[in-house]
């Protein structure tokens, strides 16, 4: 018996080519078009669980049944096509989906449907439901038999009338049906968001932000203003000069050289009892700085100066450290400068941070790429996210993108590290900047430079240096503590001499600890009046030295 086949992983040069032409319109059209993928509602754009079709011309709009009623209720149109409708209109999707991959699929073929899949809908007798299949299977089982019966209910269906095409890449009317560009309800409300960005033309900014800002803004019209300085020359310069560091300076780091192990388990090593700390990597070091900016609980601001305006960010520096310090180290190295956003999606994002030399290598700050910082504050709420692309977890080096809309499908997978507060009406100039079928904007967006208004990098390293600083002092003053106890050398402490009073403070010890010139020269030392004479007796008559014992064996009789 001949296995069946699984469904092949890779597109066919026929299917790239539909799909091509899917994704851009057609040659004929400068603008891309955008077709709403199967599995998402065409009113919140998002992936719909109680599926729910308004019929129009033998084709069919789905919707999510939670979203699409409160909708009609109040709005009384459909959101696609802006025509008047009521829920009556509505016809519940029977669908099967895959319990292993949760994806819709053909409960005849199981097969998934997938954004190339033609699928049809079979409405059923009482006009509310309809099971949804493959055209596949539809086309080998009914319309090539002529057996216009339903592959599950059985119920009979007028080919012309009962069945309804929700998805067909060959037809050109019901792409620009599902085109998202020209859905009605998500032109409304971008017209709803410029006619707010008009009267406010700013979001509410807090205390702190507002107090930068002016600040920053007096410093420009006084002509002040002072260009930032780079992190990399610094760090070249001072890196011969840089003091050891080792793990027990650092917080929450604390690793010893693993000599005394090694000599106890292996016979290649000598045998030591030194069980002192190893000096620190950079990672450690970069690790215990990220904490110290993390607890300055200071935000961080910079300024995106672009061919259609200015943007001004907040960086969340005390929730994500790493990921924001990366975003000022290489706004001050001009990384960004004369860089163009490589990437726009009406609704979604659009994307910046790519080199603009392709033989460059893309690198992060400190060259390679860090982990995520992830934090259930910091969500992909509302337009002017700032968030970090990536190539899978752990890979941030520089790309970034900014929201136009939430996305909450890219929480915990894309470290949110700061949000436009000013500047969100340039964001809907971008946003409406038409694109190619690349999705890469037809009119360059540049940023031309990207300047630095607030960083508490600085301020967070120099507190860490000082503190590592402080500790190092620290363990020395221990270690010459310990070497004096060691020699039995009399501290410092017990041998002050009073200038005023002239009167010398002399320990009191006995045995071996007293000292050798109390003994041997007795009448060089002279004792303060205030000592009692017991202690001075003690302390400078030296002990008489008894006579020996003498002692006669004789015979074993006295036993």
Same mark, same amino acid.
Request: net charge positive; with cysteine.
């Given at each position: 018996?001949?296995?069946?086949?699984?469904?092949?992983?890779?597109?066919?040069?026929?299917?790239?080519?539909?799909?091509?032409?899917?994704?851009?319109?057609?040659?004929?059209?400068?603008?891309?078009?955008?077709?709403?993928?199967?599995?998402?509602?065409?009113?919140?754009?998002?992936?719909?669980?109680?599926?729910?079709?308004?019929?129009?011309?033998?084709?069919?709009?789905?919707?999510?049944?939670?979203?699409?009623?409160?909708?009609?209720?109040?709005?009384?149109?459909?959101?696609?096509?802006?025509?008047?409708?009521?829920?009556?209109?509505?016809?519940?999707?029977?669908?099967?989906?895959?319990?292993?991959?949760?994806?819709?699929?053909?409960?005849?073929?199981?097969?998934?449907?997938?954004?190339?899949?033609?699928?049809?809908?079979?409405?059923?007798?009482?006009?509310?439901?309809?099971?949804?299949?493959?055209?596949?299977?539809?086309?080998?089982?009914?319309?090539?038999?002529?057996?216009?019966?339903?592959?599950?209910?059985?119920?009979?269906?007028?080919?012309?009338?009962?069945?309804?095409?929700?998805?067909?890449?060959?037809?050109?009317?019901?792409?620009?049906?599902?085109?998202?560009?020209?859905?009605?309800?998500?032109?409304?409300?971008?017209?709803?968001?410029?006619?707010?960005?008009?009267?406010?033309?700013?979001?509410?900014?807090?205390?702190?932000?507002?107090?930068?800002?002016?600040?920053?803004?007096?410093?420009?019209?006084?002509?002040?203003?002072?260009?930032?300085?780079?992190?990399?020359?610094?760090?070249?310069?001072?890196?011969?000069?840089?003091?050891?560091?080792?793990?027990?300076?650092?917080?929450?780091?604390?690793?010893?050289?693993?000599?005394?192990?090694?000599?106890?388990?292996?016979?290649?090593?000598?045998?030591?009892?030194?069980?002192?700390?190893?000096?620190?990597?950079?990672?450690?070091?970069?690790?215990?700085?990220?904490?110290?900016?993390?607890?300055? #609980?200071?935000?961080? +601001?910079? &300024?995106? =100066?672009?061919? %259609?305006? *200015? @943007?001004?960010?907040?960086?969340?520096?005390?929730?994500?450290?790493?990921?924001?310090?990366?975003?000022?180290?290489?706004?001050?190295?001009?990384?960004?400068?004369?860089?163009?956003?490589?990437?726009?999606?009406?609704?979604?994002?659009?994307?910046?941070?790519?080199?603009?030399?392709?033989?460059?290598?893309?690198?992060?700050?400190?060259?390679?790429?860090?982990?995520?910082?992830?934090?259930?504050?910091?969500?992909?709420?509302?337009?002017?996210?700032?968030?970090?692309?990536?190539?899978?977890?752990?890979?941030?080096?520089?790309?970034?993108?900014?929201?136009?809309?939430?996305?909450?499908?890219?929480?915990? #997978?894309?470290?949110? +590290?700061? &949000?436009? =507060?000013?500047? %969100?009406? *340039? @964001?809907?100039?971008?946003?409406?900047?038409?694109?190619?079928?690349?999705?890469?904007?037809?009119?360059?967006?540049?940023?031309?430079?990207?300047?630095?208004?607030?960083?508490?990098?600085?301020?967070?390293?120099?507190?860490?240096?000082?503190?590592?600083?402080?500790?190092?002092?620290?363990?020395?003053?221990?270690?010459?503590?310990?070497?004096?106890?060691?020699?039995?050398?009399?501290?410092?402490?017990?041998?002050?001499?009073?200038?005023?009073?002239?009167?010398?403070?002399?320990?009191?010890?006995?045995?071996?600890?007293?000292?050798?010139?109390?003994?041997?020269?007795?009448?060089?030392?002279?004792?303060?009046?205030?000592?009692?004479?017991?202690?001075? =007796?003690?302390?400078?008559?030296?002990?008489?030295?008894?006579?020996?014992?003498?002692?006669?064996?004789?015979?074993?009789?006295?036993?």
């Amino acid at each position: 018996m001949v296995k069946r086949q699984k469904e092949k992983q890779y597109q066919s040069s026929v299917e790239h080519r539909l799909n091509s032409q899917l994704r851009s319109g057609g040659s004929r059209s400068g603008l891309a078009t955008r077709p709403l993928p199967f599995d998402c509602c065409a009113l919140t754009l998002t992936p719909f669980t109680n599926p729910v079709m308004r019929v129009w011309n033998s084709r069919g709009i789905v919707f999510e049944n939670s979203t699409i009623l409160p909708y009609i209720m109040k709005h009384k149109a459909d959101p696609v096509t802006g025509i008047s409708m009521t829920s009556k209109e509505l016809v519940a999707l029977q669908m099967d989906r895959n319990e292993d991959t949760g994806k819709w699929q053909c409960p005849v073929m199981n097969k998934p449907f997938l954004n190339h899949t033609k699928i049809v809908a079979i409405i059923q007798n009482d006009r509310s439901t309809a099971n949804v299949y493959s055209y596949e299977a539809v086309n080998e089982l009914n319309i090539k038999g002529k057996n216009y019966c339903d592959l599950i209910s059985g119920e009979k269906f007028n080919r012309e009338r009962d069945m309804i095409i929700l998805q067909d890449p060959n037809d050109q009317e019901l792409c620009r049906l599902r085109d998202i560009n020209h859905f009605k309800h998500t032109n409304a409300l971008r017209e709803q968001a410029n006619e707010m960005l008009d009267q406010s033309k700013n979001i509410q900014l807090s205390v702190t932000a507002s107090r930068i800002i002016d600040k920053m803004k007096r410093k420009r019209q006084d002509g002040g203003e002072k260009e930032g300085t780079s992190t990399g020359n610094q760090s070249s310069t001072e890196e011969s000069k840089k003091p050891k560091i080792f793990t027990d300076e650092l917080t929450g780091v604390s690793m010893t050289t693993g000599k005394a192990s090694g000599s106890f388990t292996s016979t290649a090593l000598n045998l030591t009892n030194d069980n002192s700390a190893r000096e620190a990597t950079e990672e450690e070091i970069l690790q215990a700085q990220c904490l110290a900016l993390k607890k300055l #609980k200071k935000k961080g +601001f910079v &300024r995106f =100066v672009t061919s %259609l305006g *200015v @943007l001004e960010f907040e960086l969340h520096c005390d929730i994500a450290p790493r990921t924001c310090w990366n975003f000022i180290g290489l706004c001050e190295k001009g990384t960004y400068d004369d860089s163009c956003f490589h990437r726009s999606i009406r609704n979604f994002m659009i994307q910046g941070g790519k080199p603009v030399d392709k033989k460059e290598i893309e690198t992060s700050l400190w060259g390679d790429a860090f982990r995520d910082e992830f934090d259930d504050r910091l969500k992909h709420t509302g337009p002017g996210i700032l968030s970090m692309a990536n190539a899978g977890p752990n890979t941030n080096k520089r790309q970034f993108f900014i929201t136009f809309k939430s996305a909450p499908h890219l929480d915990r #997978k894309h470290t949110v +590290f700061g &949000r436009v =507060v000013n500047g %969100l009406n *340039v @964001l809907s100039m971008m946003e409406a900047v038409p694109t190619d079928k690349k999705d890469r904007p037809t009119t360059e967006i540049k940023i031309i430079s990207a300047e630095i208004i607030y960083s508490p990098v600085e301020e967070a390293a120099e507190k860490e240096r000082i503190r590592i600083q402080k500790r190092a002092e620290m363990k020395l003053r221990e270690k010459e503590e310990r070497r004096i106890n060691a020699l039995g050398m009399p501290s410092a402490e017990a041998r002050v001499i009073k200038d005023d009073e002239k009167t010398k403070t002399v320990d009191v010890t006995i045995g071996k600890y007293m000292p050798k010139s109390a003994i041997h020269r007795k009448d060089s030392v002279e004792v303060e009046t205030n000592v009692s004479s017991d202690h001075a =007796v003690g302390l400078y008559n030296s002990r008489k030295t008894l006579p020996p014992k003498t002692t006669k064996f004789g015979d074993f009789s006295g036993w």
